[in-house]
């Protein structure tokens, strides 16, 4: 309880300071736990999902918007079916948190299974059951090892579970999507197996916008001590601050950039990449831990914006293997230059605390990522005799208002249209295509006439270069059948996505395409 508490005030004090926090509600126990030998005391996750769901609301950013939170849970949590409701419009209304945004961790086993037949049984536990029984957490493990450890639990007759079909979750787990674009997608091992830092710890969620992939740790209370000081007593609490993970972002504006320039990137990202690291060292920090882990890992995240924009002034269709192959190209040269940059702050300014036995020094960052050429190896190298400056380096961030800003396209994202009104706070913003012209009209096409299968095929090829994450959207109409949507989903944890944002849901206005049309 104590460390739910300071979890909520953490998010209080960053949300009172403009910003969003993803929270992991895996370690908590389920509705029926047992509590101090009490069966069945534990309310579930639900009832404090509500506490942070007030708390967005209550600690609103100057007015100006609320405080935004994603909660995060893991497919196997006994309240995992109540989760996938939070959002939706039918249901106990006890039993609803709308101002949150709920996100599902999921193991590969979940979607091996629904790949391989819907009619099989997936088993739901508590999480402090199994500790308390089995003398581990499950959620502290990935891949192969999870999956031993939880046929373990289910061939354990002393754990209770609650069993549903593979079929009746997807089913929840796609209502609530098309409804209310929620639950975020979180896919664990791949994130896991991919992290530079293994060695320091496990990566358990994903933040807001589900671009950041860091390892977390919870804070721990060691002691509380009432002494006196100047003759008043105190009492002194004393905690071990954990891994409490902050995003420093910046984006490359793609449509604007000389991409096909490797040394011309070189130079535009290796200032971006000393900016971010600088502001690590500027920054105010809401919350003391953030700070602590921040200068620890020296972590940044570089992403994108202006995707679109690029593809169309190249005259690069988005469904089309060209996009793919050059998109291939053009994040390979951004890692290369985010890397190199990073390196040689290092030899200025030394390594981040936890380089020595990371990825990176040992070399495992390039093999997992199959940077077998001479230029790679050749930076693997001096990563080895100079370090690196940054755990982690790159993360693609949504960038919605601030492509309006810069006149481009946002993030990753296909346009909505090649001109329409969006609204932004209230008031209605004419926004065209830019760079739109006789050449670019026929290149560009909008988000939900696009064959979703060549966007996540892209973010499968973008994944190999990005460390951290991407906040990729799919967009979906009321023709998509569910099976459809299910099928996006594992194409995605077959590609090597690591997250999905928001599943938007439309229907089409006009059937056909309307440059025919018109």
Not at 46 to 58: F, G, H, P, S, Y
Not at 162 to 185: M, N, Q
Not at 213 to 230: G, L, R, W, Y
Not at 256 to 279: F, G, H, Q, S
């Amino acid at each position: 309880m104590i460390g739910i508490y300071r979890s909520i005030d953490n998010f209080a004090q960053v949300s009172k300071f403009g910003g969003g926090m993803g929270m992991y509600f895996g370690k908590v126990r389920a509705t029926g736990g047992s509590i101090r030998g009490f069966k069945g005391a534990a309310g579930g996750v639900i009832r404090w999902m509500k506490l942070v769901n007030d708390t967005a609301v209550a600690v609103d950013q100057l007015g100006m918007r609320q405080g935004a939170v994603a909660v995060y849970l893991d497919a196997w949590h006994k309240d995992i079916p109540e989760f996938l409701q939070l959002r939706t419009n039918n249901g106990d209304d006890r039993m609803k948190a709308h101002d949150i945004f709920p996100a599902v961790c999921y193991p590969d086993l979940f979607w091996k299974m629904a790949e391989e037949s819907l009619e099989q049984n997936w088993y739901l536990f508590c999480p402090d059951e199994i500790k308390r029984v089995k003398g581990y957490a499950l959620e502290d493990f990935y891949g192969e090892e999870w999956e031993r450890r939880y046929k373990e639990c289910i061939d354990d007759a002393r754990l209770s579970r609650r069993i549903i079909s593979i079929k009746d979750l997807v089913r929840l787990i796609l209502r609530s999507a098309v409804e209310t674009g929620t639950p975020f997608t979180f896919n664990r091992d791949t994130v896991n197996r991919a992290n530079p830092n293994g060695h320091k710890g496990i990566i358990y969620c994903s933040n807001l916008c589900t671009e950041i992939a860091q390892n977390m740790a919870e804070i721990k209370e060691v002691s509380q001590v009432v002494t006196t000081e100047n003759g008043d007593t105190v009492v002194v609490t004393t905690v071990k601050p954990g891994d409490f993970v902050v995003c420093n972002l910046a984006s490359l504006s793609l449509g604007r950039l000389p991409l096909e320039d490797k040394a011309a990137m070189c130079e535009k990202v290796a200032t971006v990449v000393r900016a971010l690291d600088n502001v690590i060292d500027l920054n105010f920090y809401p919350v003391p831990f953030a700070k602590i882990t921040n200068h620890n890992y020296r972590s940044i995240g570089l992403g994108v914006s202006g995707y679109h924009h690029a593809l169309a002034i190249r005259g690069i269709k988005w469904e089309s293997d060209k996009h793919l192959e050059f998109m291939d190209k053009v994040f390979e040269t951004i890692n290369y230059a985010a890397i190199s940059a990073s390196t040689e702050i290092a030899k200025e300014k030394g390594a981040y605390k936890y380089f020595e036995g990371s990825d990176w020094q040992t070399g495992k960052y390039f093999e997992k990522r199959n940077y077998i050429t001479s230029d790679w190896q050749q930076l693997r190298e001096t990563i080895g005799k100079q370090g690196m400056r940054n755990a982690y380096l790159l993360a693609v961030a949504p960038t919605s208002s601030t492509s309006i800003l810069a006149g481009t396209t946002a993030g990753l994202d296909p346009i909505m249209q090649r001109f329409f009104l969006e609204e932004k706070k209230g008031a209605m913003l004419p926004r065209v295509a830019p760079a739109l012209s006789d050449k670019t009209y026929w290149v560009y096409k909008d988000a939900y006439h696009i064959n979703q299968q060549w966007s996540v095929r892209a973010s499968g090829v973008r994944q190999r270069h990005i460390d951290q994450a991407q906040s990729m959207n799919l967009y979906i109409t009321n023709e998509y059948t569910m099976r459809q949507v299910l099928n996006l989903y594992i194409l995605a944890w077959k590609s090597g996505v690591k997250t999905i944002y928001y599943v938007r849901s439309k229907s089409l206005e006009v059937e056909e395409c309307e440059s025919c049309s018109s």
